[in-house]
């Protein structure tokens, strides 16, 4: 099978593209905006590269017509928070117009899976069930990724596509590509820091693995039925929510390091959704999904092999090196990462 992943050389978009290309051509199409490509041309399988952005709709087209997908991913967004406050107009761009222009370039009958976000909902103590929740995004990223569903479905039943809506929860793994929290403090202690600054402690979120997340995601592109011109959303997460303090505990715990958390007055989000955790019920009827990994492992995997992106940890280094403070916000061109205070998503 033909598989485009847009956004493949991302954080979940790397795995997935890596476990797909066993078994399936996979095309990744991605513009590198978070540094080098990081998947090997020689990885085992067949997978291809395509270089562009989702803003330009001939770049788009002109992949999709030179590969000709039957199903398409599409991870490819702003994902940062701070990063969509900050640029709005970046994050409309990307994150919606930039899924219009892939939808208007599908090849008819192909499935397409598009990644959306817990942050569509609005707080609640439960687990948030597709149907039930509701929806009521509090940020432009939940705003965009909202849009995002709206011309998903549309177009879908427009245009005969077969439609998935995966609204993703948080993500922990090897790998990062943006300053969340839980990259951000395995970078400080990584670095010999033994003093952290956090905001908000107490919100609780529902992190996933980023090997769980690839699978869901595959599932969703290969599993079940979904009738053309129809479309499904599902959740993806693990149904379990956990404080910023409880992490920290469990942190402790796997790097043996007794560091000791500081409250930034700068890092404290004005509007911070206090509990935001997955019913994940409806990806294991409909795709045979579930997660493998608890958290403590993919706590356990983030500090083993971080693997994370050079600009998440060149300034901890910098800041051994010139003793001078990191900076808690500002901005950096295309082609970088953020170097915004670190946030949950």
């Not at 033909?2 to 979940?12: A, D």
């Not at 991870?75 to 761009?93: F, G, K, Q, S, W």
């Not at 039925?225 to 796997?254: F, Q």
């Amino acid at each position: 099978m033909k598989i485009m992943v847009i956004g493949g050389n991302g954080f979940v978009g790397r795995p997935l593209s890596q476990m797909l290309s066993q078994t399936h051509h996979v095309c990744v199409f991605d513009s590198l905006r978070y540094g080098s490509l990081r998947l090997s041309r020689n990885e085992p399988g067949r997978l291809d590269v395509i270089l562009g952005d989702i803003t330009d709709p001939a770049a788009v087209a002109h992949a999709m017509d030179s590969f000709r997908p039957e199903a398409i991913i599409h991870l490819a967004a702003i994902h940062y928070i701070p990063e969509c406050e900050t640029d709005p107009a970046l994050a409309v761009r990307t994150n919606v117009a930039g899924t219009v222009n892939i939808l208007a370039a599908c090849p008819p009958g192909c499935r397409i899976v598009f990644a959306s976000s817990g942050a569509v909902y609005r707080p609640a103590p439960e687990p948030h069930a597709e149907d039930l929740a509701i929806i009521e995004p509090s940020d432009i990223y939940g705003y965009t990724k909202l849009h995002g569903e709206h011309y998903v479905r549309h177009m879908a039943r427009q245009r005969g596509l077969s439609a998935v809506v995966v609204r993703l929860f948080n993500v922990i793994g090897p790998g990062e590509t943006n300053p969340h929290l839980m990259p951000e403090i395995v970078a400080q202690l990584k670095a010999g820091h033994t003093r952290i600054a956090l905001g908000n402690l107490e919100p609780r979120r529902d992190y996933i693995h980023v090997e769980d997340a690839a699978r869901g995601f595959m599932a969703a592109a290969l599993a079940g039925s979904v009738p053309a011109g129809d479309s499904v959303t599902v959740n993806l997460g693990t149904s379990r929510a956990y404080s910023v303090s409880e992490i920290l505990g469990k942190l402790r715990r796997i790097t043996e390091i007794d560091f000791t958390v500081e409250s930034d007055p700068a890092r404290i989000r004005a509007v911070d959704r206090p509990v935001l955790a997955a019913d994940i019920t409806r990806i294991r009827d409909l795709f045979g999904w579930e997660p493998a990994y608890s958290i403590d492992a993919a706590l356990a995997d983030l500090w083993a092999r971080p693997d994370l992106c050079a600009h998440l940890t060149a300034k901890y280094r910098l800041m051994e090196e010139e003793a001078v403070p990191v900076p808690a916000r500002g901005h950096l061109p295309h082609g970088h990462a953020p170097d915004i205070a670190p946030t949950l998503a």
